[in-house]
């Protein structure tokens, strides 16, 4: 019984490389120019965004879970800081899958590069 329950199981699947979902905000302009976690100069005109412990460089796909719009940034900061977001994404980012006068949104996201 143990060994047909493992077989069902995919041991590449693993806890980082699963869809989850939360909530994302976007970088108020006071942040451009100023130097990210990474060291690269933040841009809000760039499709980028923070996490707090996905690796810098990595690629997620994040999808707005109200349009079904989704766009791939690449993490190069740390936050958001807030226990109900898990991402904080460029304006430009964030208004390519959806509108950042709503302040935030409900989002999947994924990672589809990790170099």
């Known amino acids: 019984m143990m ?3 493992l077989g069902l199981f995919s041991f ?3 806890a980082t490389d699963a869809k989850k979902t939360s909530f994302a905000s976007y970088y108020h302009d006071k942040f451009n120019g100023r130097k990210t976690a990474s060291g690269e100069i ?3 005109a760039k499709l980028t965004a923070a996490h707090r412990t996905l690796p810098f460089g990595t690629e997620i796909k994040v ?6 719009k989704s766009v791939v940034v690449e ?3 740390r936050g ?3 226990s109900s977001r ?3 994404l460029s304006k430009a980012a964030f208004n390519s899958i959806g509108n950042h006068k709503n302040g935030t949104m409900p989002v999947e996201y994924e990672i589809v590069d990790n170099d």
């Not at 999808?63 to 079904?68: A, D, I, M, V």
């Open 80 to 82: 958001p800081f807030h």
């Open 75 to 77: 993490i190069n900061d």
């Open 63 to 68: 999808t707005n879970l109200r349009t079904g």
């Open 86 to 88: 898990a991402l904080d």
């Open 12 to 14: 590449k699947n693993n």
């Open 3 to 5: 060994i047909s329950t």
């Open 42 to 44: 933040f841009s809000n």
